[in-house]
């Protein structure tokens, strides 16, 4: 145990490490704070669809030689976001067929360009590296926890400020629609900070395991307790745990970011799970 | 409409930014100052970091470098040695990642490296060795150039062979006007 924390304060002198858990952290944060909101509107998997989105996006600008990538895959995403909450109303495609299409859409057009108007010699990096975040999170650049700061104050300070319309227009639509409130556009500012987080989150565990980082601190903070406020804090406390354990654990023992710290979430779901129905016995 | 829907604001606020408070000063406390005692790291302990005992102890973990002088979190000041070799593999990228990024900062500094022995040849038929790193996935990919010590000139290693490279950091043109980093006078040990 000396030997670890040892290790890890070495660790601890790297800008990387520091920029990784600085990151790491305000991803976590802002994620679990609209998984709440997104678990209980049903839009789990939102997250799924616009991360596979982002994917494709993220092609684009790998083809395009685009410096700072974030610049275009951020209105991409956010696009799609609000496509596929007007595409959840159309009667014609149903909300989870489009998410569907769009997912696997984008995701084949991302490794069909990459593929065939790549540039770079090694398109397995790419790939891999996109979906499932590899060494991302360690190789940030200082313009990307610059903009990770920036994006995560205003996902939060938005939190804050409209608290009590994000909880109206989770639980109760109709209601907040009768009272003359305009819902679509709550909806929609919901969809794009989702996309803004999305983006974000695809250089922490990579773009198919994104959804984990909006859904599980939610769910496991919805199994200990029962109101909105409750959960929400939870959730927060939970996923900045689980992000710090997961990013600790795989420096220590050399395994990969990303699906580490979903594995530490799922690890806390069934500690949760297991407590719950050990107290309600 | 529910109650909760009455909640104020300021007080989820002031609670979110209560609890990343706290983390970041366990954290800080933690990991930044150390709270192990004895044989801490703090950063008042840094200051002394000079018997046999403690530098061991960082060999052990790792990496071997001059802590007492890295506060700025840069590379290890002149005639340091950086360890790359005992980390794992996705931290030896990510350092190796940040040596590209930053090349300044590790110059004629001596540098130990471990990955799998590559050989090329330049348009101008001049053979060049290299140590590639990958990542733990085997996905990323970063070649490191080296320039064999004099007793080394003659022997012969196989591609993709496993390898341990000490030699010191600098810069070189490349030929397309781009600039290389290599690893000069190197030694390698054979995994």
């Known amino acids: 145990?000396?030997?670890?924390?040892?290790?890890?304060?070495?660790?601890?002198?790297?800008?990387?490490?520091?920029?990784a858990l600085i990151v790491g952290v305000l991803i976590a944060l802002c994620s679990s704070l609209l998984g709440v909101?997104?678990?209980?509107?049903r839009f789990s998997f939102i997250g799924d669809g616009l991360s596979h989105v982002a994917f494709g996006a993220l092609a684009i600008a790998t083809v395009l030689k685009v410096a700072n990538q974030t610049i275009l895959i951020m209105p991409i995403t956010i696009v799609a976001a609000i496509f596929l909450l007007k595409g959840g109303q159309n009667v014609k495609i149903k909300g989870d067929a489009a998410i569907a299409m769009l997912s696997v859409s984008a995701m084949a057009f991302g490794y069909f360009i990459l593929n065939v108007f790549s540039a770079g010699a090694n398109i397995a990096g790419d790939v891999c590296t996109t979906l499932f975040g590899s060494t991302s999170i360690l190789s940030l650049l200082p313009s990307d926890v610059i903009i990770c700061i920036v994006t995560s104050v205003v996902v939060v300070i938005f939190f804050m400020v409209f608290y009590n319309r994000i909880f109206a227009v989770t639980f109760d639509e109709n209601f907040m629609k009768a009272t003359g409130s305009n819902?679509?556009?709550?909806?929609?500012v919901i969809a794009v900070i989702t996309a803004v987080i999305i983006v974000l989150a695809m250089n922490l565990v990579g773009s198919l395991l994104i959804s984990a980082l909006l859904i599980f601190p939610a769910l496991s903070a919805m199994r200990l307790f029962k109101s909105f406020k409750a959960v929400t804090i939870a959730s927060a406390i939970i996923s900045v745990l689980g992000t710090i354990v997961g990013i600790f654990t795989s420096i220590l023992f050399n395994t990969p970011v990303g699906s580490t710290i979903v594995m530490v979430y799922l690890g806390i779901f069934v500690v949760c799970s297991i407590l719950v129905a050990v107290l309600h016995k | 409409m529910d109650k909760n829907y009455k909640y104020n604001k300021v007080e989820l606020g002031v609670i979110i930014c209560a609890v990343i408070l706290i983390i970041a000063i366990i954290i800080y406390n933690t990991i930044f100052k150390g709270t192990v005692s004895g044989n801490s790291l703090s950063k008042k302990g840094k200051k002394n970091i000079t018997s046999k005992y403690q530098t061991e102890k960082l060999i052990k973990a790792g990496i071997k470098k001059d802590i007492k002088k890295n506060k700025e979190n840069k590379a290890p000041k002149n005639d340091s040695i950086i360890d790359y070799s005992k980390m794992g593999k996705d931290m030896e990228y990510a350092?190796?990642?940040?040596?590209?990024?930053?090349?300044?900062d590790y110059m004629n500094k001596t540098v130990v490296l471990k990955g799998n022995y590559y050989s090329g040849v330049d348009s101008q038929g001049k053979s060049h060795n290299y140590c590639v790193i990958t990542c733990q996935g085997g996905c990323c990919v970063q070649g490191v150039e080296f320039i064999m010590d004099e007793r080394f000139k003659d022997d012969k290693f196989k591609d993709n062979q496993e390898i341990i490279v000490e030699g010191k950091f600098e810069i070189r043109d490349g030929e397309k006007g781009g600039k290389i980093i290599v690893l000069r006078d190197a030694i390698i040990k054979l995994k």
């Open chain 1, 1 to 19: 145990m000396l030997e670890m924390i040892q290790k890890i304060q070495i660790y601890m002198e790297y800008p990387f490490v520091k920029n």
């Open chain 1, 37 to 41: 909101t997104l678990v209980l509107k």
């Open chain 1, 183 to 188: 819902t679509e556009l709550y909806n929609c």
């Open chain 2, 95 to 104: 350092s190796v990642y940040q040596m590209e990024m930053t090349p300044n």
